[in-house]
């Protein structure tokens, strides 16, 4: 194995073992949990505005064509 080779698995399993490590925990704050679940109850609401307006167009109208 060269050296180059040999580098790149001992970085690779450096890596791996930092990935698979869990973080630290630390304690969510009230306001930032009520936060985040207020921004997804805005984003489910938007995408659920959306495709109902897109379900409740009906049929689109042909393009006239100019001369």
């Known amino acids: 194995m060269t050296f180059t080779k040999c580098v790149c698995v001992v970085l690779?399993?450096?890596?791996?073992v930092m990935v698979v490590q869990p973080a630290p925990?630390?304690?969510?704050?009230p306001m930032l949990i009520s936060l985040i679940a207020g921004a997804a109850v805005v984003v489910v609401v938007l995408i659920a505005i959306l495709i109902i307006a897109n379900m409740s167009e009906g049929p689109?109208?042909?393009?006239t064509?100019?001369?």
């Open 12 to 16: 690779l399993a450096a890596l791996g």
């Open 25 to 29: 925990a630390e304690a969510l704050e």
């Open 60 to 63: 689109r109208l042909p393009a």
């Open 65 to 67: 064509q100019s001369p």
